[in-house]
């Protein structure tokens, strides 16, 4: 079965960096896209990122271009989302995804805390 296992949150100061991964299993990785998702208290979910199955196409929210960069390692079933310049509005709890065969999977979360 599809399996998703996101790490890498904490807490982080305003303008630091934390680089979040995910480990995936129970299909095969490298033919899908993967995205990170994020929700922060009181909103709804929210796409940050997304790569391409190969990762050679990305697309970011506009509210985290130029600070945010997700790339994949296909020999590892992994998915990163690499976090610079944070800013407390990036606080939420950060999801993994994959949408296989019109289905929606997603991981436990990851919870992403920027305050000084």
């Known amino acids: 079965q599809v399996k998703l296992v996101e790490s890498g949150g904490g807490l982080v100061q305003p303008g630091g960096s934390l680089r979040l991964s995910c480990a995936a299993s129970?299909?095969?990785?490298?033919?899908?896209?993967m995205s990170w998702y994020r929700q922060a208290p009181g909103k709804g979910r929210e796409l940050v990122a997304r790569?391409?199955?190969?990762?050679?196409?990305?697309n970011y929210a506009d509210s985290v271009k130029g600070r945010f960069t997700i790339s994949r390692d296909n020999a590892k079933n992994t998915v990163y989302l690499q976090m610079n310049s944070l800013k407390p509005d990036d606080t939420a709890v950060y999801y993994c995804?994959?949408?296989?065969?019109?289905?929606?999977?997603w991981g436990q979360g990851t919870q992403v805390t920027v305050s000084s």
């Open positions: 995804n994959v949408n296989r065969i019109w289905t929606d999977y």
């Open positions: 129970g299909f095969t990785f490298r033919m899908y896209a």
């Open positions: 790569i391409s199955g190969p990762g050679d196409g990305t």
